[in-house]
């Protein structure tokens, strides 16, 4: 039987300082939307721009990695910390991104028992298409 789900964040689904990426880059994770889909993000400073002045294509794919994880963990767990495993994760970069917030959104987009889809996008605060991601995601067994 499986155990029963664990109460939502009590601080309305905002997670930081969790990990080490989320330490080193200051990213927030938000699981306690309505719709299942985790957003995260980031309020750029100068330590997220690469030579060019913009933002460091490894930090958006974390962004999306980070979203479209906790997406998939919030198909079995409203606390969004059940932890998955990124398959694969395929990234688009689209427009450049200098200063602001940006906000990366995971969207489950289909999959089975073993392995879940999911798209990511990420978004400055003016609506412009950052980049976009597609991810084969996999739910870590419990021991």
């Not at 930081?16 to 200051?26: A, H, K, M, V, Y």
């Not at 798209?119 to 084969?136: F, K, N, P, R, Y």
């Amino acid at each position: 039987m499986p155990s029963a789900p664990l109460d939502p964040d009590p601080n309305g689904g905002l997670i930081r300082n969790e990990t080490g990426p989320q330490r080193l880059i200051g990213y927030v994770l938000d699981v306690g939307q309505p719709d299942g889909q985790a957003r995260c993000w980031l309020d750029l400073g100068p330590e997220h721009l690469n030579r060019h002045g913009v933002l460091h294509g490894g930090i958006a794919t974390t962004l999306l990695d980070s979203a479209s994880g906790a997406t998939g963990s919030l198909t079995v767990d409203p606390s969004g910390k059940a932890p998955f495993l990124t398959i694969s994760l395929n990234t688009h970069f689209l427009s450049p991104a200098k200063e602001g917030r940006v906000t990366a959104t995971g969207k489950l987009t289909g999959g089975g028992r073993n392995l879940l889809f999911i798209d990511g996008v990420l978004q400055s605060e003016d609506g412009t298409l950052i980049a976009t991601s597609h991810g084969v995601f996999k739910r870590v067994p419990q021991t």
